[in-house]
């Protein structure tokens, strides 16, 4: 399986950015995927989650209200709309797959490289 970001930048605070993840592999449409970010000198912390029909979504409770998870199982890729964002958003962020929900909320087994977010005051 492999997990290509894009999407990233620098905006000021209160504006917007898309993420994406195309995915591919093996029965990728299938399966839940996540976004997970890390700020410099921190973990990395899960952001959101949504099932492989994209009917069931789920978010941290920092980005709840702000950020919304979607993904197209034709393509297959996986976006992160990101509105009202804050300095405190700024990190490096990962898009993550995994075989089973509970697993891709905390410990994923496929991830991207990465795409860097700075949110500037």
């Known amino acids: 399986v492999d997990l290509v970001e894009s999407g990233g930048g620098l905006v000021q605070t209160g504006g917007s950015l898309r993420l994406s993840c195309a995915a591919s592999?093996?029965?990728?449409?299938?399966?839940?995927m996540a976004w997970f970010r890390q700020a410099p000198g921190k973990e990395r912390e899960f952001v959101a989650a949504i099932k492989w029909s994209g009917g069931s979504t789920t978010y941290a409770d920092s980005v709840k209200g702000r950020f919304t998870i979607v993904r197209d199982n034709s393509k297959p890729t996986m976006y992160l709309q990101m509105n009202s964002l804050k300095p405190e958003d700024t990190a490096v962020y990962y898009c993550a797959l995994s075989t089973v929900w509970s697993r891709v909320l905390k410990s994923p087994d496929y991830w991207g490289q990465g795409t860097q977010v700075t949110v500037s005051s």
């Open positions: 592999g093996r029965i990728v449409g299938a399966y839940p």
